[in-house]
Structure formats: C-alpha cells, structure tokens
C-alpha cells in the first residue's frame, strides 16, 4: 500500500480545494461540455458488435447513484449502438463476496466496481485487474482532484479509477430537533446529550449499520482525529508505528467511543442493522441522526421519500471533543469506491473505451453532481440547481483544513479489516472494556 | 379420551396454531402497507389503502415469473435425477452383488454429513474450469450431488424391507434387470419415492448460497435468489420487500397443500420399514 | 438368478452416474481444500506459500473464534434434542390421540413453515424481531410485559438463544412429522397391554411410546446434531455471526473467513477441520444412542 506523510497528504487537498473552489465560483455558466466532439465511432455501422460485462453494487438503478451509472450507461450505448452492455448488480455485501468467487475463477468480466485499499489490493494480487496509466488520464477530459488515486495505487501502480469522494458526516433531520427542542450539537458531549434528550422522548437518536460493523471503526477514527488533531494517527497505529493500547489519544478515543455505549447514541437495533435498515430508520424520520458518508446526498431529492423529510435532511460535520487538538474541519475523507478494468476481459479495447467513457468528467462525475448522488473525485461545476443537502455537503468538503486519505479499516490487509471489525463488533455488543477494544485492535494489527 | 379433554386439547392446538403461523399472517399483512406505515404501534393493521403497487413491484421488478421458471426448472431436472440415481445407486447397494459395495455405500452415506459450505469455493473453481457455472446445469447437478446421498439412504432402507420374491420370479419370467429396476421395484418403493421427491423439492427449491456464488447470468436466477437481489434494489422500501417474500413464498405452500397427504404417507412408510 | 445380479454392466451404469458426481461435488473439491489448507494464500491465483501445519495449530490453539462456533454448534444441537424434540414428541402423541379431521388440519398447519425459503424466514425475522417496526416487541407492550422489550437478535446475551427459537420455529414440522409416522408404526396392542398392567398417561406414554419410537428418536437426535453442525443460511442472513461472535457458526465463520478477510488457505482449513468435526458427531451419536444394533 502507497504511503504518504501527513504533509503531503494536506499539501494536495489544499490544491484540490482551490480547484475546487475555483470552479464553484465559475457557477453555472460554464456549460460546453465535450460530449459533442468525442463521440468518434458513434456512427460507424461496420464496428463489431460487443457485449461487455459491467459489475456494480449499485441494484437501485432509480435513484442515486445507481440511476446516475445506468445513465451513462445508456449514454454510451446510445452513442455505440454496436455495444451492448450487460449489467449485473448485487447490493453492498453479496457484491463483496460474489467478486472474490469471480476473482477467484478469473470470471471475464469487462469492468467492476472496486472498493479501494485492502479490498482492491487483494484483487492486484491476484491479478485481476488491469493497470492503469494515470497519464492517460490528466487533463480536462477528465479533470480527477490531484491525491484521488491513493487507495488505488499499489506499489506505485495504479489500478483503478476513483468515482466519488467520500467522507463521513452525520446526516440529521432538522425538523425533529426543532419540535423537540434539542440543540444542533457542536461537541461530543453535546451530541451525548442530545441523544439523552432523544432518548427520554422515545425516539432514537442516531442510526448506524451496526451489522455491516465498518462504520464504527469510522466512527472511532472520527474521535481519534477529535481527539488527536493527528490524522495519520490512527493510520500509523495500523502499520504498526504507533501503538492502540499505549497511545493516550487511543484511550481517550476508545473511552468516548464507551460513552456513545452507554448513552445509547444508536438505535436499539443496531447491531442486526444493514445499510438498508439503517438508511430506512433515518428517512421515514424514526431516527433524529444517520451517521453516513457523502455518498449520500441523493437522499433530498430521492422521489420515493416523503417531501417532509426531503425538506429537512442537512448535514453536521462530527463534532469536536472537550480538550482535544482536532478541530471540526479535519475531515475523514478518502476515496473508498471506483472502477477498474479486468485483466481477464474478452474484449480489452472496447471494455477500455467503455470505461475511459464512464470515467470522463462530463460523464460519471457531471451525472452524479448533477442528479445529487453524490461528490465526485473530480472536478465539479456547480450548476446552480443543486439541493440544500448537497451545498451543505460541498461546505464541508471544501471547508475542510485536514483530511485522512484513508479509512484505518482499510489501510491494512483484509484480514485486519476483518478481526478490527470483530473486535468493533465486540465492543458494541456489550462484552468488551475500551482497554480491551484497544487490545484487540493492537493485536489485528500485529497480527496482519 | 373424554370429551372435555379433546376440547382443552383442541383450543391448544388452535392457540399453537395461531403462534406457528403469526409470523406469516404479519408478513402478508405488511405487504400491503407503504413503509411509513410500518412504524405505527398497531400489531396488525388493515391498510388504509392496499398497496397493490408493492405487488406489482415485487411481480415486474422482481422479474418473478422469470424466477419462478427457473426454480421450477432446475427443481423439476433435479428431482427427476436424483430419483432415478437414488433408486439405482440403492439397488445396487441393497441387490447386487459387487466387490466394493459396502465401501462405496459408505462413501455415498457420508455425503449426508459433509456439509456443502465446506465444499463451496473449490466447487466453484471445479465447475468453472468445466464450463458449467451460469448454466442450468451449473446448479442441477451439484443439486443432484447433494440430494442423492439423502434419497440412497432412504431409498436402501426401504428396498431391505421389500422381500426378493418378486423379483426372483420375474427373473424366472426372463424380464432382465433393468425391467426389473424401473417396471417392478420403482413403483414397489413409491412411498420412499415420494418422501425423496419432498425432500429434494423443499431443498432445491429453497437454496440460496449455491445459486448466488454459481450463477451471474440474471437469466438463469432462481426465487430465493429474487428476494435477495430486490431487498437491494428496493431496501428503503419494506412494503415491496414484504410483497415479494409472500409471493416467492406461495408456491411451496401451494405445491405443499396439494401433495401433503402424499408426504405424511410416504415418510410414514418410510419412517416404519426403514 | 445369479447372473442377473451380478451383471457387472449394470452394477457399472447403476453406480457410476453417482459416484461421478459424488466425486465431482464431494471427492474432489476436498482434495483441493486438502491441499489448500496447507498454504498461505489470499485466494485460488494469488501467490500461495506452503505453511504446513501453521493454519491447523492456529485454528487448534490460538483460534478462540474458531472453539466458539463449535461451542455455538453444541450448543445449538443441544437446544434442539431437549427442547424441539420433547415438544415435536409430545405434540405427534397429542396429535395422534387427537384424531379426526382436525390432526390433519393441524398436522398440516404445524408444517408449514417447513416449506417456507430459508431467505424469506430469515428476512421475515428479522423484521417481527426488529425494536422499532416489528410486531413482536409490539406484542409483549400489548401484553404489559413492555419490560422484556429488547433487541433479541442484536444483544450477544440473547441472540443465540434468539436463532433457537427462529430455528426451532422453522424445523418443527419435520420433527413431528417423523414422530407421528414413527407413532403410526406402533400397534395399538402394546397400549391395550400395558393399561391393562395399570399404566396410564404420561406413564404409558413414557413406558411404552418413547422406547417403541427409539430408532426414529436416534436417528433425529443424529440429524439434529449434523443440523446444528452445518447451520449457515438462517445464521449469515439474520446475525452473520454477530453480534460479537455470539451467533458464529463454523459454516459462517468459514464463509466470511474466505470471502471477507481473503484467508484462503485458512478458510480451507476450517473445511477440513469441520468435516472432521461433522464426521466425528455423527459417529458419536450414533455410539451413544444406540444400544441395539440396528442399522442406520
């Protein structure tokens, strides 16, 4: 896995965040995009006709951004009525699991969705997926924020393409705060009470996918990062250059982690709830909190929730701990989801221009900003018509003064995900002490 | 039995009854909900307004028929061969006279006990490298594998129960073996027959892990396989996940209410001579 | 006579089909697992390393998660020869001595379940168990015992207990269904003679049903064990081990072990050892309830 020091890391958002900027103040008037001139084999009638195999973990093909892919999908074919693409979709999980069976048989497939880090890494070692030259993709055409390639290099190779920047925030329905007259919290203690407060009226404070296990560890990151002001901390404790058990900002992490615990800051049914679950709790407002990633910013303008609740999501950056050196803007920001090519495709040229295509700022990047699905890896106009939630969302993005470039869980091999998920599922479960939660993490990281 | 006890033993059952089949009551019920609905305090609830469109989700998006023909297919296939493999394996074990019969009984029977999950991934790469993965027969014939040792066991014990007579005079009347396999001992052990049709239907029928890591190709997808694939394309939508769960499960139960006479017999036969 | 059954053509053509596909399905891939779990490996293709025995003393002495799912395993068996068993038992007598009309209605009843797709059981559960919407929570407000109100599936203190019952609920139609043909089988001069001896009731039942019906009972008790072994569908779909490895099972453990935390060669491992252990039970069971020789 590529390493880059704290320095680097926020030399490059800095630059990212003035293009950023940049063009957000460019507003919307900047419409010629190069759709027009760079569909060159569009009509030709000759070209050969092609099926290529496309895998997602996107099922939801009406809304988010499930809807965006399906839209340049049908924008390329449009455009190559010779190629045909053939869709297979399975949600988060059974995704994960069917792509290590399809690894593992060398299915030739043409593109697949990829989860950065440890996940893709195992695909690069079994040579799965192809390399890709990042020259080829600088410039306009594309326009990837610079540092977007992080999870997706391998010994300085790069193998797959990012599509969103991801980042965790608490997504929160203003309207239940305001009728039950609970404080929009700026700190953790805050938070703590307004889950009391929650709570006492019977509603539950903050969702999770307690199931899934991963957003606890993002969430202990995000008190790390609070508590540390340092976000390679938690990185470094993963390659084994600090220490879980003896750093002092792990124990107070782990320990605010503990009280979260005890207050009962998630829903009762947390541990057995998926993503799905856990989304569903928030928006048919049972739940006042949805600790989430920006990914979700299609939720406002999602046809199928009811207008009560599409009005009311905003956005809380994960707020600051009493006496910590970390401010609100350190931001746990990565680049987890993206595409690659697969080594084993039967037709390697055409699957190439499909996903070049796919990956073009006007495409994949323009589809998502503009439907409100998500927040691209690359540079965005702002058009002027995006929802509440999504302005909120760049905010936070833009604001930020420091980000993670990578979720600790995935910094390691896949199976330090797999034992810090389970020491973060014994945690939540109610067996284990923060000390021992430190322990047992010190020990996946050893043991890697 | 007196009468007052065949009462208190009748609103038992009913009471037992009722608790058994709650769970599906509650499910068919929400299925007609929207999913705001779902969070009312009410254990039951008479929609306000049936959501006949969760059907109809469940039905088009669900792709429910082309599942339902697929299920039925694969099952139909994999009944009719692990029928007649369990039927001649068992003959085999239990009539004629070979060198390594025991040896191979025994193997065949710890099929019963080797879980197929341990089996799974290299089964996978097995059937990859001969082309049979997202093919019908991809999932038929590992279907096939894993009811045959099940079927072979039911279908010995039964056979030690039937005397050789029969087939001794029809050996006498000339009729060679196969005749005698398939015109006089298959309809003979039709009891255990059926108990291995049931068996291998509610099996097949209802298998999951084997159909989601074997198939890709969405053509050849079975029911279960549905209900996964929709609670992702629909998962903020509980009322259309509940529909297709009612309607994936109305077959079986169909299919159940029709041959169930048959299966108590047939264990029952199966369960006194073997 | 003797010709036609040894007829080595058709011992051939009898016998071959199903091995071949035993082989294919059964033989084989265990080979393979064999010789996986002998290695160091991410997954089949990826550089693999020989270990030796390095993954097996692992899983045998540093593998707690490993003595759980077993643990979990026998426990689970255990939950269904003392609490399924005795009820299908007792509700196949009360059912025979019902009679009429309504045991086939309530035999039918008490079955269906059983024909129920594992997914939807799980899915279904999973929702009637959930705090916020499902009816069961619900259920215990109605009936003023608000205090037990709980996230069964989701606590480690009551989720196994939890799969139980769920499993219970699931597989009960296919233990009374056995009883009661078991029950069936038992002519009804042995009752006639022992009440005429003075035994009646819960005596008679005890003296003369369980003993009559002793090669159905160990032949299940043999099922619910393996049952218990190889749970994995109801399990990964509801808990998927959690929460905490309250609910890990051997098949999911293997599962996640493989697919998520790509140890192959260490998944294969569990493979190995897991049929050793499913092997093991079943000759175990079957030395400890059977006194006579009958044959299984």
Known sequence: MVMNTKSTRNLLLITALAAVSVLSACGGNDQNDSAGSTNGNAADPAAEQVTLRVFSNLPDRKSGQGLAEQMVIDNYTKENPNVKIELETLAEEPFKNKLKAYMASNEALDITMVHGGAELNTLVQAGYVKELDPAGYEGETYNFLPGVYKSFTFNDKLYGLPRNSDYEVIYYNQK??????????????????????????????????????????????????????????????????????????????????????????????????????????????????????????????????????????????????????????????????????????????????FFDYLMRADQWAKTVWDTGAAVPAQKYELTGTESGLQKQLTDVLTGATTTAGSLG???????????GQNAFGKFFAGGSTPEELLADLQKAAESQ | ????????????????????????????????????????????????????????????????????????????????????????????????????????????????????????????????????????????????????????????????????????????????????????IAPLTAPALVTVVVTTFLNCWNEFIMASTFLSKDALKTLPFSVMNFAGQYSSDYGSQFAVMVLTSIPAIVIYAIFNEQITKGVTAGAVKG | MQKVFNNKMAIFLFVFPGILLFSLTFLVPIVLSGY???????????????????????????????????????????????????????????????????????????????????????????????????????????????????????????????????????????????????????????????????????????????????????????????????????????????????????????????????QYGYANAISILFIVVCLLATYLSNKLTRSDATEF
């Open chain 2, 1 to 184: 039995m007196t009468k007052s006890t065949k009462t208190i033993l009748w609103v038992f059952f009913l009471f037992v009854a009722l608790v058994q089949l709650f769970p599906l009551i509650w499910l068919a019920d929400f299925s007609f909900l929207s999913s705001n609905e779902f969070y009312s305090s009410s254990i039951l609830k008479w929609p306000s307004a049936p959501q006949w469109q969760n059907y109809i989700n469940a039905w088009v998006d669900g792709k429910f028929l082309r599942y339902f023909i697929n299920s039925a297919f694969i099952t139909t296939v994999t009944i009719l061969l692990t029928v007649v493999l369990s039927l001649t394996l068992g003959y085999a074990f239990t009539r004629m006279e070979w060198k390594f019969r025991s040896v191979f009984f025994t193997i065949i029977l710890l099929g019963i006990m080797i879980p197929i999950h341990a089996t799974l991934l290299p089964n996978f790469a097995i059937f990859k490298a001969l082309g049979l993965t997202d093919s019908y027969l991809g999932l038929i014939l590992p279907y096939t594998a894993v009811s045959v040792p099940m079927g072979t066991f039911i279908l010995t014990g039964f056979l030690r129960s039937i005397p050789k007579a029969l087939e001794e005079s029809a050996i006498v009347d000339g009729a060679n073996i196969y005749r005698i396999v398939f015109q006089i």
């Open chain 3, 36 to 262: 996986y779990s002998f290695r160091d490996t991410l997954a089949p293709g990826t550089p693999s390393a020989f270990i030796g025995f390095a993954n097996y003393t692992e899983l045998l002495f540093h593998d707690s998660r490993f003595w759980l799912a077993l643990r979990n395993a026998v426990l689970l068996g255990l939950g269904f020869i003392f609490i399924q068993h005795p009820i299908a038992i007792f509700f196949a007598i009360m059912l025979d001595r019902l009679g009429g009309k309504a045991e086939k209605w309530f035999r039918t009843i008490f079955f269906i379940p059983c024909v129920i797709s594992v997914v939807v059981i799980s899915k279904m559960w999973l929702s009637l168990l959930d705090p916020t919407f499902g009816a069961f929570n619900k259920l215990l407000d109605t009936l003023g015992l608000g205090f037990l109100k709980h996230a069964w599936l989701g606590d480690s203190s009551t989720a196994l207990v939890t799969m139980l019952f769920i499993l219970i609920w699931a597989g009960f139609g296919w233990g009374l269904l056995f009883y009661y043909a078991g029950l069936k089988g038992i002519p009804d001069e042995m009752y006639e003679a022992a009440s005429l001896d003075g035994a009646s009731g819960f005596k008679l039942h005890l003296r003369i049903t369980v003993p009559l019906l002793s090669p159905v009972i160990t032949v299940q008790i043999t099922l619910a064990m393996i049952t218990a072994l190889k749970q994995m569908e109801t399990v990964f779909l509801t808990t998927n081990g959690g929460p905490g490895d309250s609910t890990q099972f051997l098949a999911v453990y293997l599962y996640n072990k493989a697919f998520s935390a790509s």
């Open chain 1, 409 to 419: 869980l995935d910094y390691g091999t896949p199976k330090f995900k797999d034992d």
């Open chain 1, 176 to 353: 239940m705060f305001a009728d039950n007259g609970v404080n929009v919290p700026t700190t953790y203690a805050e938070l703590l009470d307004a889950a009391k407060q929650f709570r006492d009226k019977g509603i539950e404070p903050m969702s999770v996918n307690g199931k899934d296990l991963w957003s606890f560890a993002a969430f202990f990151q995000d008190l790390v990062i609070r508590v540390s002001g340092d976000q390679s901390l938690m990185l470094d404790a993963v390659e084994q250059k600090k220490n879980f058990t003896t750093d002092e900002s792990f124990i107070t992490a782990a320990k605010l982690l503990g009280e979260a615990r005890d207050a009962k800051l998630f829903q009762e049914s947390f541990m057995t709830a998926d993503y799905g679950a856990s989304q569903n709790l928030f928006t048919q407002g049972k739940a006042a909190m949805w600790y989430m990633g920006s990914w979700e910013a299609g939720m406002a303008t999602n046809e199928s929730l009811s207008e009560d609740f599409r009005n009311n999501v905003a956005v809380l950056k994960f707020p600051v701990v009493d006496g910590g050196k970390g401010k609100d803007t350190d931001l746990l920001a990565w680049n987890g989801g993206g595409y690659s090519l697969v080594s084993s495709s039967k037709h390697p040229e055409e699957a190439k221009k």
